[in-house]
């Protein structure tokens, strides 16, 4: 079973991810965790050291083959595991950052898409741009303007997938979040804890 976490810089995915998978353990299961990382941050640390900008189609080419190769090889890695996986981060996240640079979304990624294995869900991690703004502010690791977060907010919403999306409260404590995810994941079909009903992460 795979469930992909999904959402915008600063909204807890890796936090998400690690308490979730520490969730499924704790009672006896196995899960993995999976990163399906661009380099965003450690290219744009370089960038800013060099004092230069990379284009944005520059940007997304890099991103790109860096998170397609993450995919695969995560998904291939799935493909030899008995359990619950949770990747941090899939494709939908390289899409949303088009939108936000005024790219097209192009055929190559959609397409991969449709042909990889589908994940059991897919969850967003819902939060308010401020918060997250508050969040990076906090930590220091890296920079966002609350600006950018909103414009990739909004683009995920209007991605053609994120309907489809399965949308998580990450406002909530890492611990309540998780649990809230493990009764999702128990709510899914075949999932553990399967009872014939969809499942949701509300508040």
Known sequence: MIIVLTGID???KSTAARALVQAVRSR???AMLLSNHAGRRTMSILAASLGVQLPPRAADAAETLL???N????HLRACCFD???IMDRHLHCQLALRTTRGLPRGRFLPWLLSALPRPAAVVHLDLDPAEAHRRITVRGTDSETLADL???RD???GL???GSFVQADASLPAAELAQRLLQAVDALPGGPGDSGKGAAVTN
Request: hydrophobic fraction near 50%.
């Open 28 to 30: 006896g299961g196995k």
């Open 155 to 157: 683009a995920y919403a």
């Open 71 to 74: 995919v695969l090889v995560s």
């Open 10 to 12: 600063g909204s807890g």
């Open 67 to 69: 998170r397609v190769t």
């Open 160 to 162: 053609p997938e994120f």
């Open 150 to 152: 909103v414009a990739f």
């Open 83 to 85: 359990g619950v996986v």
